[in-house]
């Protein structure tokens, strides 16, 4: 097997075999927990949240409230990511962890226990909005800690599978998100899927966290963060470091590069959901099916796309996955257009199930690459969340509108989400991976 330029080690040695394992075990389960929690509330803002918090709205503008408390997560994500970042490069990878997933865990179950609207009136927006904060909050240090303990704990040669196990985590927990609300809709009425059914996978968190919880405090430090320890090489305000010369560059096009993947995943795994049962009027069971089907294939296939960023580079991976993405986004949508599940459910598998995997498993491998091991976890975190403010978290509104500007045509959000795809093959073509 060749080992690309960028995977060259710097500082860390590979842990022992068992200490690998743990890694990657705590890795992939706390990003299925962490990305289960937050996503949920995505899949609940498409059914549920415009009628529970926002019911004296139009559907029109519920929707668009929903996905705008939706879209605050990611605003708030990227001071997180500057908070646990600093502590993960400061005080390291695990610690870290343990602590944001106790966060977004406690968060994601007080939502399962918050009164509606017709309750306590305004309070009830107010507070779900306060516990999206919370969510975002400790999503901002959960993506970068899980990557850094699988990549840093791999093997040499093996860093671009290692890095794409954690991101099977985010095909997982969307996958149990919709999964269970599949499951939910299929046992209840529709009267008590809206009266409380929806609650009971906000609180079937308590039961995740704990265990993962669990399963992060048995794993080790990574040999990179222990050695940089040990040699007192730490930086004393990482954020400073990734914001100047001459690393200020690697970071803009690190946000730049994003764009593309960010829209994507919330177009497919978010977007499409919601447009689909009130655009186009299919049935919402079987279309949390074709995404939870969708997601699943996607999380089989992103081990291939690490193998590969082994083979060739996780730049060359990650540049020609995202612009299959662009090349594709047109054809999905004319596909999601004849309002067949057939047609909606091929577009969904190959532009999230197959393309979506193609890219997203080399990203993690990619972007720490680009940082050394002494501001890694603050570089991966600023790259990942602030990008997710405009990639990630206003996608859903931004084509919301589009669609509406359009007059119920979807062809100027595929415009839009054309020019993502072109900025991110940009970018990532300028990247230039060190570490």
């Known amino acids: 097997m060749t080992i690309a330029p960028e995977l060259v080690a710097d500082e860390a ?60 997560g990611f605003l708030v ?35 399962g226990l918050l009164p509606t609207a017709a309750q306590i009136g ?33 093997p040499r ?9 954690p991101q099977i985590g985010l095909a997982l927990g969307l996958a149990l998100g919709t999964g269970v609300f599949v ?10 899927f809206l009266a409380y059914g929806s609650r009971i ?47 200020l560059r690697t970071t803009v096009l690190g946000l730049l590069s994003r764009w593309g993947e960010g829209a994507a995943y919330n177009t497919w795994g978010v977007f499409t959901i919601a447009y689909a049962t009130t655009t186009l009027h299919l049935d919402k069971v079987p279309v949390l099916i074709v995404v939870t089907v969708a997601a699943l294939l996607m999380a089989a296939l992103l081990p291939v796309s690490g193998w590969l960023a082994d083979r ?30 057939t047609a909606y459910a091929i577009g969904m598998v190959l532009a999230f199930g197959i393309i979506h995997a193609w890219f997203y498993g080399a990203q993690g491998t990619l972007y720490a690459s ?16 602030l990008s997710g403010v405009y990639a990630s978290g206003l996608t859903p509104m931004i084509l919301t509108a589009l669609i509406a500007v359009g007059g119920g045509s979807p062809w100027l959000a595929c415009g839009y989400l054309v020019a993502t795809a072109a900025i991110s093959v940009v970018a990532t073509w300028l990247l230039r991976p060190e570490y």
């Open 157 to 165: 040669g093996r860093r671009g599978l290692f890095g794409s196990i």
């Open 13 to 72: 040695t590979a842990a022992p075999g068992q200490t690998v394992r743990t890694a990657v075990l705590a890795s992939v389960v706390g990003t299925t927990i962490e990305w289960y929690d937050f996503f949920l509330y995505a899949t609940a803002a498409s059914l549920v949240f415009n009628h529970a918090f926002f019911p004296d709205q139009s559907s029109f503008v519920g929707t668009m409230l929903a996905f705008a408390t939706f879209a605050v």
């Open 312 to 341: 060739f580079s996780p730049r060359a991976v990650y540049g020609t996955g995202i612009a299959a993405y662009g090349l594709a986004v047109f054809p999905a949508f004319a596909l999601f257009n004849t309002g067949s599940i």
């Open 122 to 154: 305004v309070l009830a927006p107010i507070l779900l909005l306060l516990l999206r904060i919370v969510q975002g909050f400790a999503l901002g240090g959960e993506w970068a800690g899980a990557v850094l303990l699988a990549v840093e704990h791999s």
């Open 370 to 385: 680009l940082f050394p091991t002494r501001t890694r976890y603050t570089g991966l975190s600023t790259v990942y969340q």
């Open 77 to 111: 994500r990227p001071i997180g990511g500057f908070v646990f970042g600093h502590v993960g490069d400061r005080i390291g990878r695990k610690r870290t962890l343990a602590l944001t997933m106790l966060l977004m865990g406690g968060a994601t179950a007080l939502m």
């Open 201 to 247: 996978a906000f609180l079937f968190s308590i039961a995740l966290v704990i265990f993962g919880v669990v399963v992060r405090f048995r794993v080790a430090e990574t040999p990179a963060f222990e050695k940089i320890r040990r040699d007192d090489a730490r930086a004393a305000v990482p954020v400073k470091e990734i914001f100047r010369p001459p690393t």
């Open 183 to 192: 499951l939910l809709q299929l046992w209840l009425s529709p009267e008590a």
